[in-house]
C-alpha cells in the first residue's frame, strides 16, 4: 500500500474518531449547546411545574409549537418561572393560557397552550397570565380519599336514621 | 485415592499454567513498553499498524454498532412502552452503549477481527524466521514489529469504541424516532439529562482503552510466542481470541465495580 494513502485513511480514521467523540460528548452528554431556528420567548409562572425539565415539547392542541427553554425559581412571587421558545411560525392571543399536563399516567411532561380570543398576539419577551401547574398526584390521590370518607361517613349516618 | 490425588494435581498444573501465562504476558507487557522508543521516534510505523488494525476494522464496527442500537432501541421500547415512558428509550440506549456495550462489544470485535490478524502476522514472521533474521541484522524484532502493532492497536481501541458509540445511538434514533414515532426532543433532552460526561462517557473511554491495551498485549504476546509451525500458529490464534474476549470481559466487570461508586 502507498504510503500516502495508507497516511490518508489514518487521518480519516482519527477524525472520524474524534468525531465520534465529540458527537458523544455534546450530543449525548450534558455539554450541548442548543442550535435554534427563529424563535420568540414568551414566559409563565406555574405554582408547580411537577417534573417540567429544559427542552420538553410545548404543544397547542396536540401539536408541538416550541421547546421549555429554561425553568427557574422566581423568588418574588415564590412560583416557577418556565421560559419558553415558541416557533415564529406560530402566533398565540395574549390572553391565551399554559398549563403543565402529562402525557399518559407516567409520561413525560409537557406545555399546553390553549388559545384565547384576544386580537393582540403575544410578542417576544411577553408573559402568559393563565398558568396552570402541575397536577400533584399525591395531593389528588389525598383529595379523593377525603371526599370518599366523607361520602361513606353521610352514608352511614344515613343507615342509622333507617 | 489414586484418582483423586490426579485430580487435585490437573486442577493445581491447570491453576499453575494459567498464572505463569497471565505473569509472562505482564512481563512481555512490560518489555514492549521499554522498546517503545523507537515506535514514537518513527510514528510512520505506528501509522502502518493503525490501518490495519483500526482503519480496516472501521466497517465491521460501524455496522456492528449501528445494528446494536437498533436492537436496543426496538427492544427498550418494547418495554419501556408498557410503562408508558417510551421517551425514556434514548436513555437506555445511550446509557447502555456508553457504559458497557460500546467499549465491550467493539472490544470483542476488535479481538477478533484485528487482535488475530497481529498474532497470526507475528506468528507466521516466526515460523519463517523473518524475526531471526531480523536479530541476525542487529534489528530488535520487539523494537521494530512487536511495539508498533501494540501501539497500533492502543491508539485505534478507544477511537473504535467512540464510533461504535456514536453509530449505536444513531441507528437507535432512526428505529425509535424515525420508525415508532418516539418525540425526537424528548429522546435527546433525556438522554443529555441522563448521561453525564464525565460519569459516563469518560469512563467508557477509559475502559475502552484498558481493553485496548490488554488485546493488544496479548495478540502480540501469543504471536511472538507462538511454536513456529503451521499447527503452532493457528493454535496461537485460536488462543488470541479466547483469552482476549475472557480478558475483556473480567477487566470489565473490576472497572464497572470500580467506577460504580461515582455512579451514585
Known sequence: MNRTTLNLWVGIFVLLGFAAFLMLAFKVGNLSFGGAGSTYDVVAHFDNIGQLKERAPVRSAGVLVGRVQSVSFDTKHYNAEVRMAIDAQYHFPVDSSASVLTSGILGEQYVGLDAGGDDKMLKNGDEIKLAQGAMVLERLIGQFLFNKAQDGGSDKTAKGVQ | ?264
Open chain 2, 1 to 264: 485415592m489414586e484418582t483423586i490425588l490426579h485430580g487435585l494435581r490437573t486442577v493445581g498444573d491447570t491453576t499453575l499454567r494459567i498464572v505463569e501465562r497471565i505473569g509472562a504476558i505482564v512481563l512481555f507487557l512490560g518489555k514492549i513498553l521499554r522498546y517503545s522508543g523507537p515506535s514514537f521516534q518513527r510514528f510512520g510505523l505506528v501509522i502502518r499498524e493503525m490501518y490495519f488494525a483500526g482503519v480496516q476494522s472501521l466497517i465491521i464496527i460501524l455496522v456492528s454498532g449501528l445494528f446494536v442500537g437498533m436492537v436496543l432501541g426496538l427492544q427498550g421500547f418494547e418495554t419501556l412502552q408498557s410503562y408508558g415512558s417510551s421517551e425514556s428509550v434514548g436513555v437506555l440506549v445511550a446509557l447502555s452503549l456508553m457504559r458497557e456495550l460500546g467499549p465491550v462489544v467493539s472490544a470483542l470485535l476488535f479481538a477478533s477481527r484485528a487482535g488475530s490478524a497481529i498474532t497470526a502476522e507475528i506468528g507466521l514472521m516466526k515460523a519463517t524466521e523473518q524475526l531471526s533474521a531480523m536479530e541476525m541484522m542487529a534489528v530488535n524484532p520487539m523494537a521494530r514489529v512487536v511495539a508498533p502493532r501494540f501501539w497500533g492497536g492502543v491508539i485505534s481501541m478507544p477511537l473504535l469504541a467512540a464510533l461504535f458509540g456514536a453509530m449505536g445511538i444513531i441507528g437507535g434514533f432512526l428505529v425509535t424516532v424515525v420508525m415508532l414515532g418516539v418525540d425526537s426532543g424528548a429522546f435527546w433532552s433525556q438522554m443529555q439529562a441522563a448521561v453525564d460526561f464525565h460519569h459516563d462517557i469518560v469512563n467508557g473511554m477509559i475502559k475502552s482503552l484498558v481493553f485496548g491495551i490488554a488485546v493488544s498485549a496479548i495478540a502480540t504476546f501469543e504471536g511472538y510466542e507462538a511454536p513456529p509451525t503451521a499447527e503452532g500458529v493457528s493454535g496461537a490464534t485460536t488462543r488470541t481470541v479466547v483469552s482476549s474476549s475472557l480478558a475483556i470481559l473480567a477487566l470489565d466487570l473490576l472497572l464497572t465495580a470500580f467506577m460504580m461508586k461515582g455512579w451514585n
